[in-house]
C-alpha cells in the first residue's frame, strides 16, 4: 500500500495564476511533511516542510496547507512563474525516520 | 558546506556485473539512504542506515546490499546486476530532528 499519494500526476498553468499540488497519507503517525521540487537533470532539494503542529506554513509564493483530520495537504503555488516548471515531491516522515515519498506531480508553467 | 558526494556519476555494466556504488556525506548526519528513481514510480527507498554497522531494509531491497562502514559512508552493492536495475540512484542523508534529507547529485547505472 502507498503511503503517500500525490494528485495530479501533471499539471499545467499559466504564469501568474496559481499552481494547487494535492498529496494524502496513510499513516497518521507521520510526524514530519518535507515537500521536494526537482529540475531535470538534478537531484531533489527542499523547498517547504510542516509538522502536523501546524495547519498552514508560508515561505514566499509556496504556502502549504494541513488537514490532520483528512490526511491531506496541499502546496499553493502563488503568482506561478515559467522557473517553478518542476516535479513537486511530497513526502513523509515516521518514527523510525523513515521518509516516504509521493510518486510526485510535474508543473508545467507557461509564459 | 552540507554535502552528500556520490560516485561513480555514470556507470555502464553488464548483466551479472558487480557494481558498487559510493557515498560519502560530510555533515555528521546519523542517517544514510539509498534511493531509486524511475520514471511513474517516485523515489523508492532501497536501505538505510542510522549509523556506522547499521542496516535497515527499505521497500525495494531485493537484488542490494548495503553497507554502512563509518558515519560518513554508505555502500550500495548489486553483486548481479540485472536490466531491471538501471535507474538513477541517490543518496541521501539526516539527522533524526525534523530535518529533511540532503541528496547527493545521483548516479546513473545502466545495466546492458
Known amino acids: 500500500q502507498q503511503q503517500v499519494r500525490q494528485s495530479p500526476q501533471s499539471l499545467t498553468v499559466w504564469e501568474g495564476e496559481t499552481a494547487i499540488l494535492n498529496c494524502s497519507y496513510e499513516?497518521?503517525?507521520?510526524?514530519?511533511f518535507p515537500w521536494y521540487w526537482q529540475f531535470p537533470r538534478e537531484s531533489p532539494a527542499l523547498l517547504i516542510a510542516?509538522?502536523?503542529?501546524?495547519n498552514k506554513k508560508e515561505d514566499g509564493r509556496f504556502t502549504i496547507f494541513f488537514n490532520k483530520r483528512e490526511k491531506k495537504l496541499s502546496l499553493h503555488i502563488t503568482d506561478s512563474q515559467p522557473g517553478d516548471s518542476a516535479t513537486y515531491f511530497c513526502a513523509a516522515r515516521n518514527s523510525n525516520n523513515r521518509i516516504f515519498f509521493g510518486d510526485g506531480t510535474q508543473l508545467v508553467v507557461k509564459p | 558546506e552540507a554535502a552528500v558526494t556520490q560516485s561513480p556519476r555514470n556507470k555502464v555494466t553488464v548483466t551479472g556485473g558487480n557494481v558498487t556504488l559510493s557515498c560519502r556525506q560530510t555533515?555528521?548526519?546519523?542517517?544514510m539512504y539509498w534511493y531509486r528513481q524511475d520514471t511513474g514510480h517516485g523515489l523508492r527507498l532501497i536501505h538505510y542506515?542510522?549509523?556506522?554497522?547499521?542496516?535497515q531494509i527499505g521497500d525495494v531491497p531485493d537484488g542490494y546490499k548495503a553497507t554502512r562502514t563509518t558515519q560518513e559512508d554508505f555502500f550500495l552493492l548489486l553483486e548481479l546486476a540485472s536490466p531491471s536495475q538501471t535507474s538513477l540512484y541517490f543518496c541521501?542523508?539526516?539527522?533524526?530532528?525534523?530535518?529533511?534529507?540532503?541528496f547527493g547529485e545521483g548516479t546513473r547505472l545502466s545495466v546492458l
Open positions: 555533515n555528521s548526519h546519523n542517517y
Open positions: 541521501a542523508s539526516s539527522e533524526h530532528n525534523n530535518q529533511a534529507p540532503l
Open positions: 499513516d497518521s503517525t507521520f510526524d514530519y
Open positions: 542506515s542510522y549509523g556506522a554497522g547499521n542496516l
Open positions: 510542516i509538522r502536523p503542529v501546524s
